[in-house]
């Protein structure tokens, strides 16, 4: 693994800007990031937010089911704004069906909205074809809730993993597969093997290394442990935050656990029913909740903290090669 940067503890973290009125906000309000991106890290001046969504819509037309009715939409994003920083850990909480997973694709490009816009350290990405978008998929990786169906079984773990990486035309395949390997705990033979030989642990590994291969500033994960056996989720949850931590990444974390994302992230936006209803740093809103839904929220919760403390990732790693009894020989 790359030597770990030095990181701000929470406490240290920026507070969130967000813009819009329709929810409560808190906080500082629009602080720098913690680290200083470079030329244009955030917007075009290097001070504004790494990804910035403004009046996001998104309706989905609901299938139809009356020859003399209209069947409707939904209205997944109901106009959300939002600004996430360099370096900050954004964590996105809300029930079932709040639109989440909806706002994680507007923000990566691989859904249009119906209005508003999406913009990637300053520059549009809303409406823009793919062949345009080379600059967001170098920068900006994803990691799903299912890995088995992220993953091609097709294709061997070496070309998964390294696939973006060829995609966008960077040549240093073999040296780079096998850091990442070692960066997310596999053994240096997993590059040899198919998916279907790993468990449901080792292959969100997998696909966190290929999220990993083009070097991104910025990592969007949606429920990325919701799939998962629970003995391995408090594996993967750490393994994530220690590589967001060596890797200097910022995260985008969707759950609809709001103690995972209150031990991982610095800031939460809290969704219902298309809207955020509720923004601010973790601590004032976990410890202060202003709307009753987010109030709601945190009664309701299971405790994974537990588990959670005392992370490191290499024991995590060692002990995740060690004790999984799926691990191939
Ligand atoms: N492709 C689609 N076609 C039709 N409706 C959709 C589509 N994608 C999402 N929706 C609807 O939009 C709403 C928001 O869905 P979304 O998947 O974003 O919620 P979520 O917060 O991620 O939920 P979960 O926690 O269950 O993953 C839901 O009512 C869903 O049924
Ligand atoms: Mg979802």
Known sequence: MTDPTPHPTSSERPAPGFRGDAHTRRGGGGGDGPRDDGPGGGGPGGGGPILEV???VRSFRRPRTSLF???????????????VRAGQRFGIVGESGSGKSTLL????????????????????????PERRLGFLRDDLQVVFQDPMGSLDPRMRVADIITE????????????????LLDAVGLPDGAGRRWPHQFSGGQRQRIAIARALSTRP??????????????SVRAQILNLLADLVDAYDLTLVFVSHDLTVVRHLCDTIAVMRAGEVVETGPTAAVADDPQHPYTRQLLGAVPTLQGAL????????????????????S
Do not use: C, I, K, N
Not at 116 to 124: A, L
């Open 54 to 56: 403004v009046d996001l």
């Open 69 to 83: 009715r209209s069947p409707g939409a939904v209205e997944a994003l109901r106009g959300v704004s939002l600004e």
């Open 105 to 128: 694709r507007l923000m990566a490009a691989l859904d249009q909205p119906t209005s508003g816009t999406v913009s990637f350290r300053g520059r549009t990405v809303s409406g823009v």
């Open 164 to 179: 973006p990486l060829v995609a966008q035309g960077h040549g240093d395949r073999d040296a780079r597969l096998a850091e």
């Open 217 to 230: 500033r910025v990592l969007l994960a949606d429920e990325p442990v919701s799939a998962l056996d629970v």
């Open 309 to 328: 403390a005392g992370r490191d990732a290499a024991t995590l790693a060692r002990r995740a090669r060690a004790d999984d009894p799926e691990e191939p």
